[in-house]
């Protein structure tokens, strides 16, 4: 007997950005990295609805991790390259035809584990790209090892007796090293992960928005917070929106606080406008940068 | 215009990278490769193209593929240790199908070695240097106008077959002067890529054509979403497990080298067509075998040279046509025997007695102290 199954058009709004063919994802359920690519390709759909970002123009790169995988499924010019080297990868894609923009999307273990080199650099050079980083507090994909966002004391498959490092807080890193936007949000806050991304993604220079994201799976069984819901409880309660005025004010301490907001919003020339200055190219007038900057 | 110029190995190089249409060159200071960055950093920008310092030579390849798959030709300079960093994403580009290029003065290894010395201790990393199985180029020039060469080669290598390509120079070419026809942009015929034929939806970035095994290449912004995809990939380039995809795709990395070896392998033979013996040496070495063997001419002795030119592949008829009439061949190579055991590989099951000559020094022997490395190795001559 063969049954026949009903077959659901069902569309999404975002689609059309996405490689539908390779659904279902291999995400957990519970996983939060699901809401900030939604909030991203949201994010695209509004900025292209007004005429600010053009799809061909973006090209969506991605490391090694659960949120690298993200570049599988969405449809846009992408990569997904070797473990920590997406902003790597970004440097050539800008470089060779700086018309594109380049958005980096992934995990914490990947920017600011093995890729931290190139976040420091790419940061201190106020680079023109887009990176939003997905923290999830561990190495999830490989199993649950340490990060360098895991925090302190946290047990692990790597620290079975707990954490007995400092984790480092990425957002005031980058803060620290100039670059022109740097926010932090939850999965929590949805819409503001979706603001933050329309106001970074036109914007010359060095962009980052980390996104803390739970792994109930990964990372939340370890802690005891295998519950989806009862580690998106937990990582509400410490999440604290704020606006620091100092560098100082940001904290990333599991258990008092973790600061959400913006950090930084500002519009200095990027590192592709600070070439220009040196050379005349014949794109130099042709930078999207140069368009979106508010000068 | 072609003109003559009085250029070092890395100057010629960095000439050659021009002419080919070099529009991003990405790199890390590394003795003996900085000078060659440096020169590009002067010169590249008038001709409309970036020189970009990245923070380490794994920043500059990833870079580099990047750079590609965005439209532009692109190259780095290197040496062992810097090179031995791009290990993994050497890799990325043969997955990938990235046409980049680089070059790789080798110096005196291994670890940090002897910065400032010579050396031919890369053979086998320049080929074997990334995990898994996959194909690469590479060249070995002898002479600063032969770097000129095969830089622009490499450049058509690597766009007309999608596959890394590398010039394995060393410290002596990078620094020697000599005089060099060097040309402009346009003047030297590098191959560009195959553009897609079908329309976005329709194009798949890793489909190969069926006589060259070389897939059309869309770039960044061309509106294909293509997806670059370093994971065993489709045609699609969509991740997948499938053993059948899974042999095909490795095969294939490899087989488009074989499928093209006409455009691609490349020797010179001297004085073989009666050598009883042949010495085999590549580089800078090969020069100071010639003059040895012209050396062992004048005494009757009949012993030729041969050279490859392409170290992988090994253009190895070129090989079997030079050893026609010799009953010997010594592989001569500043190692203890890496290109040996190629030759042996390929003339072992030809019955002829094959000897090693390790030249171990971080300086070019001239050939009375080349002849002095043979009576070390106890190989009489």
């Known amino acids: 007997m063969t049954v026949q199954v009903p077959k659901l058009e069902y569309r999404h709004r975002v689609d059309d950005l996405l490689r539908t063919e390779r659904l279902p994802h291999v995400w957990c359920p519970g996983c939060g990295i699901g809401i900030t690519l939604q909030a991203f390709l949201r994010a695209v759909k509004a900025l292209e609805a007004k005429g600010v970002v053009d799809r061909k123009q973006l090209v969506f790169v991605t490391g090694i991790g659960c949120t690298g995988r993200a570049s599988g499924y969405v449809r846009l010019d992408g990569a997904h390259t070797p473990h920590g080297r997406p902003i790597a990868y970004a440097y050539g894609v800008k470089l060779a035809n700086p018309k594109l923009v380049p958005v980096v999307f992934s995990g914490d273990g990947d920017l600011a584990g093995i890729g931290g080199n190139h976040l420091l650099h790419a940061a201190r050079r106020n680079f023109d790209m887009l990176v939003i980083m997905v923290n999830n507090f561990n190495y999830a994909l490989t199993g649950g090892q340490l990060a360098p966002t895991t925090p302190h004391g946290a047990y692990s498959t790597t620290t079975p007796k707990g954490n007995p490092e400092r984790p480092m807080d990425v957002a005031r890193l980058v803060a620290a090293l100039g670059a022109n936007y740097v926010a932090r949000w939850s999965i929590h806050y949805p819409v503001h992960i979706e603001e933050a991304i329309k106001r970074a993604l036109p914007r010359r220079g060095f962009r980052f928005i980390e996104v803390l994201s739970i792994c109930p799976e990964i990372f939340g069984r370890h802690i005891g917070f295998r519950s989806p819901v009862d580690l998106y409880e937990r990582l509400r309660k410490v999440s604290k929106v704020k606006k620091p005025k100092t560098l100082e004010e940001i904290k990333y301490d599991w258990e008092n606080e973790i600061t959400l907001g913006v950090f930084v919003d500002k519009d200095e020339p990027g590192y592709m406008e600070s070439i220009c200055s040196v050379y005349n190219y014949d794109w130099c007038n042709e930078l999207p940068e140069r368009r979106w900057s508010k000068q | ?381």
């Open chain 2, 1 to 381: 215009m072609a003109r003559r110029e009085f250029l070092t190995g890395n100057e010629a190089m960095a000439e050659a990278a021009i002419a080919a249409g070099l529009r991003v060159f990405i790199g890390y200071p590394i003795t003996p490769a900085s000078d060659l960055f440096e020169y590009l950093a002067e010169k590249l920008p008038s001709y409309g193209g970036i020189v970009f310092q990245a923070e380490d030579e794994i920043a500059s390849i990833n870079a580099l593929v990047g750079a590609t798959y965005a439209g532009a030709k692109a190259m780095t300079a290197t040496s062992g240790p810097g090179f031995s960093l791009m290990a993994e994403s050497l890799g990325l580009a043969a997955m990938l199908e990235a046409p980049i290029v680089i070059v790789y003065n080798m110096r005196t290894g291994p670890s940090t070695g002897i910065a400032t010395g010579t050396g031919q201790g890369d053979v086998m990393q320049s080929r074997w240097a990334s995990h898994g199985h996959y194909g690469v180029v590479v060249y070995s020039p002898w002479s600063v106008q032969e770097a000129y060469n095969l830089v622009v080669k490499a450049f058509d290598t690597a766009w007309r077959l999608r596959v890394p390509t590398i010039v394995l120079s060393d410290a002596v070419i990078a620094h020697t002067r000599e005089l060099a026809v060097v040309y402009e942009p346009g003047e030297v015929k590098v191959a560009d890529r195959k553009p897609p034929r079908e329309p976005p939806g329709e194009f798949k970035p890793f489909k190969p054509d069926p006589d060259d095994l070389v897939p059309p290449m869309a770039f960044y912004g061309e509106g294909y979403a293509v997806l670059a995809e370093s994971l065993a990939h489709d045609e699609r380039g969509y991740y997948t497990t499938d053993p059948e995809n899974y042999e095909r795709l490795v095969r294939r990395l490899e087989g488009k080298i074989t499928r093209n070896k006409h455009h691609v392998v490349s020797s010179e033979a001297r004085y073989t067509e009666d050598a009883e013996t042949v010495i085999v040496a590549f580089g800078t070495l090969a020069r100071s075998a010639l003059a040895l063997v012209k050396d062992l001419r004048k005494q009757g002795k009949k012993v030729g040279l041969w050279r490859p030119v392409s170290i992988w592949p090994l253009d190895e008829e070129g090989l079997s046509k030079a050893v026609e009439h010799a009953d010997r061949v010594i592989v001569a190579e500043m190692n203890l025997g890496q290109l040996y055991r190629e030759i042996a590989r390929i003339l072992g099951p030809t019955g002829r007695k094959i000897e090693l000559v390790p030249v171990l020094t971080p300086e070019l022997p001239g050939p009375d102290e080349l002849l002095g490395y043979f009576e070390k190795a106890g190989v009489e001559i």
